[in-house]
C-alpha cells in the first residue's frame, strides 16, 4: 500500500489508514500517467529511442486537489469525508526516483520484470475520532519500507496484465522507528491508456499482514475494554480483499482529472470478530485534478 511523503488536508486529524487510502487511490488513478509520458506500445517488443523532447522533464512539481469518502480503517462503522490538498516532487532518475508513490531505488528493471525498494509515508493521529476506538491509544505515524516486484504477465495491443507483489515493514516514527509488523499485497492489475488522454488502472487482490501490524487495528487490551468493547487479541493473517478501479483524462497537458473507487471486505479476514470491526464491506472513492506547475529543462534519460 503507498503512500506519498508529504501531505496536507483540511481536515487535520487524519489516522494513518485514511491517508494511506487516499494516497493509495490517488496512485491508482494516477499510476499510468508516467507511463504515458514515455508514449510507448505496450505491447510492442521493439525498442525505440525517443527524441529529447519526447522525453520527460527529469524532475517536476505537481499539486492535487480533491475529495476523498472512506471508512476510517477496514471493518470501521465511521466514514470520513475530507478535502485534501497534496503538493509532491516527481524525480525521474535512471535509478532512483521520487513520485506520488513514495521514494523507490529500481534494483533490477528488465522487459517483464521489475524490482523496487519502496518508501512511503502514512500519518498519525488522535484514535477518538472513530467511537469503537474511543479512548484507545492513537495512532502514530508509520514509515512504510521493503521491495516490491512487478511481473507482466500479458501484453495486449494498447494495455498491460501485471502481478504486483509488495512486502513492507511499516516503522513507527513516533515511537523511535519502532518496528510495528510487516504486510504484503500480492496483486493482479489491468493498466490500460489510450492515445485519446484516457488512461484506466484496475486491481484486485488481498492484504496479508503479521499479528503485530494487525494489532494496531484490532486488538482490544484489557485496560480499553468497556461495557461495549471486550477484550480481543488480534490475529495474523488476511486483513482484507480489496479491489480498486481508478480513471484519469488529461485535460490539457498540465491538467488532468482523477477519480477513483475501492471496495474492501473484511468477510473471512483473520480478525472480523473484532469488537473494533463493525462494518464487513465498506466503498471508497475520490474525485480530483492533478497539476504540473514546474518542470526541469533536463529530460530524463
Not at 293 to 299: D, G, I, K, Q, V
Request: aromatic share 12%; with cysteine; charged share 20%.
Amino acid at each position: 500500500m503507498h503512500a506519498f511523503l508529504t501531505a496536507f488536508s483540511f481536515k487535520t486529524n487524519l489516522m494513518p489508514y485514511k491517508t494511506l487510502f487516499a494516497l493509495t487511490m490517488l496512485s491508482c488513478a494516477t499510476a499510468s500517467v508516467m507511463a504515458q509520458e514515455t508514449a510507448v506500445n505496450p505491447s510492442s517488443t521493439a525498442t525505440t529511442t525517443p527524441s529529447p523532447e519526447a522525453k520527460p522533464a527529469l524532475w517536476s512539481i505537481y499539486g492535487f486537489v480533491g475529495h476523498f469518502s472512506q471508512p476510517a480503517y477496514p471493518g470501521a462503522s465511521f466514514t470520513t469525508q475530507t478535502n485534501l490538498v497534496v503538493p509532491y516532487f516527481v524525480y525521474r532518475g535512471e535509478k532512483f526516483q521520487i513520485d506520488r508513490r513514495g521514494a523507490k531505488v529500481s534494483t533490477i528493471k528488465q522487459d517483464n520484470f521489475k524490482l523496487d525498494l519502496d518508501l512511503g509515508l502514512n500519518f498519525g493521529s488522535d484514535a477518538d475520532e472513530v467511537p469503537e476506538r474511543a479512548g484507545m491509544p492513537n495512532l502514530g505515524t508509520i514509515l512504510d519500507v521493503g521491495p516490491s516486484a512487478k511481473i507482466t504477465v500479458h501484453k495486449l495491443k494498447d494495455a498491460n496484465i501485471y502481478l504486483n507483489v509488495p512486502v513492507r515493514a511499516a516503522l513507527n516514527l513516533s515511537d523511535k522507528f519502532g518496528y510495528e509488523g510487516l504486510s504484503l499485497n500480492p496483486n493482479i492489475s489491468y493498466e490500460r491508456r489510450d492515445p485519446a488522454g484516457w488512461s484506466y488502472e484496475a486491481n484486485i487482490g488481498p492484504v496479508l499482514a503479521d499479528q503485530k501490524y494487525l494489532a494496531n487495528y484490532y486488538q482490544v487490551d484489557p485496560e480499553f475494554v468497556t461495557a461495549n468493547r471486550a477484550a480481543y487479541k488480534a490475529k495474523a493473517g488476511l486483513l482484507s480483499w480489496r479491489a480498486n478501479l481508478g480513471v484519469t483524462k488529461a485535460v490539457t497537458p498540465q491538467l488532468r482529472l482523477l477519480g477513483a473507487v475501492r471496495y474492501e471486505t473484511v468477510s473471512g479476514a483473520a480478525n472480523q470478530d473484532s469488537p473494533l470491526v463493525k462494518e464487513k464491506d465498506g466503498f471508497s472513492f475520490f474525485l480530483g485534478l492533478n497539476y504540473s506547475f514546474w518542470e526541469s529543462e533536463t529530460r530524463a534519460k
